[in-house]
DNA sequence: ATAATAAATGAGTGATTACTCATTTGTAAG
DNA sequence: CTTACAAATGAGTAATCACTCATTTATTAT
């Protein structure tokens, strides 16, 4: 894992949007499928060949090793999943200036849920793999903080200075939403991921209500 | 993995608390190091019987197989985290009448970071292979649920029919405080193991504040 | 000291791993 | 139809896996 930076691949990838053949589609559907389902390192290259109706030698005609297949998994997710919520979320509110935090907070919930939704077992593997790799864990995790927690921490000391948000560092702020969240997808997506049957609408109000006024009664 | 009943694995290692040779020591000694570290799966009994100085047989004379000696080592954590948190935390809480909720938080918060602390290795390797094996996941969790969040939901209903919590279901508040503990924990103690400087009692102090009264100012 | 029992060893087992490569199959142009 | 080239194949490779077992070493009882 991990030849150099994990940066220059996302990068890479983004560049070269060649075609994809029937084979290699349905390489990639079957891996993703096997590694949300049982691990990456649990789950063999034959293994993944046999469901994929494949020969294994095809597999590494195309991705090379088992580990750049994994790369070719992860890596449009969270190359996706970024800027995507740059520009969609936090763009939109910082420019247009809409409504209070809680609307803000509504519509990244809203937006992510959504996201994740699209991606459930894509991101399982990545929730999966970045506790278990650590190797994963030291590319991925700046990449997400200096992307993510910099957005997040302009949006905070924005709604601070309009008075809406109790005055404490930013940083404390921050380490007490992003667990919630972050504990809140894990949870939802990975640890119960049968549990369908739920009002939307009503989960994101509980959490937001959670986050801005706590368990207190009054 | 899981042959039949996990919770009579449980209560049969309860029972026999029979001396540990002093390689047997070593062996668990290293195997938590290692599966803390690499993750279960990708960690060999050959590399644990090295790195412990060991011959390879020997973890197989004790242990049987790589599952059981995994058990061995999570087991007693499992076994030792539920009832002592149930006895120390809620059962004096519970009797004793102790004052309003932020007490008992700070009671259960303080002696639940404190255990971990002393168990950091373990809990890494409970929470990775709970994410990461079906199997464990399946057993592991009901239990966790039926200990925990049935004592937890008995200190809610507590609290609320004494009015300092607001009067949403119990089931309500629990989704919410459970991935956010849980989420702060593995944060902490799994993604970054290495922040050790930090001001405990005002960090749980921040959780607190964060869980009684949110971000909303006034 | 001797016998008896338990602990530890390490070479060896078949199965499985990620990966290779010479060969065959499909496809599209001249 | 023939040529050219990429896609796909699957038998084969060395390495590693969890695990076994006959044998040796250490411990305890008599």
Redesign the interface.
């Known amino acids: 894992m991990s030849k150099g930076n994990l940066l220059d691949a996302i990068i890479a990838q983004t560049k070269l949007t060649k075609k994809q053949t029937d084979k290699q589609q349905k390489i990639v559907e079957t891996a993703i499928k096997l590694f949300a389902?049982?691990?990456y390192?649990?789950t063999s290259t034959s293994e993944i060949a046999k469901a994929a109706m494949v020969a294994e030698g095809t597999i590494f005609r195309h991705y090379g090793t088992k580990d750049n297949l994994l790369l070719s998994v992860i890596l449009p997710f969270i190359k996706d999943s970024i800027p995507t919520m740059a520009e969609e979320v936090f763009g939109e509110i910082m420019s247009k200036n809409i409504g209070c935090?809680e609307d803000f907070l509504r519509a990244l919930l809203t937006n992510r849920i959504h996201f994740i939704n699209e991606n459930r077992e894509i991101f399982q593997i990545v929730?999966?793999e970045?506790?278990?790799?650590?190797e994963l864990?030291k590319d991925l995790?700046p990449f997400f903080t200096k992307n993510i927690l910099h957005q997040i921490s302009k949006v905070i000391n924005l709604y601070k200075k309009r008075?809406?948000?109790?005055?404490?560092p930013s940083s404390?702020?921050q380490?007490?939403?992003?667990?919630?969240i972050?504990?809140?997808f894990?949870?939802r997506f990975?640890?119960q991921p049968d549990n369908l049957d739920l009002d939307e609408e009503a989960e994101i109000g509980?959490?937001i209500r959670?986050?801005?006024?706590?368990?207190?009664?009054e």
Chains 1, 2 share one sequence.
């Open positions: 389902e049982k691990g390192a649990n935090f929730v999966k970045l506790l278990y790799s650590d864990r995790l008075g809406e948000l109790i005055d404490i404390t702020i380490r007490m939403i992003f667990p919630l972050g504990g809140y894990v949870s990975v640890l509980n959490l959670f986050i801005m006024d706590g368990l207190r009664k």
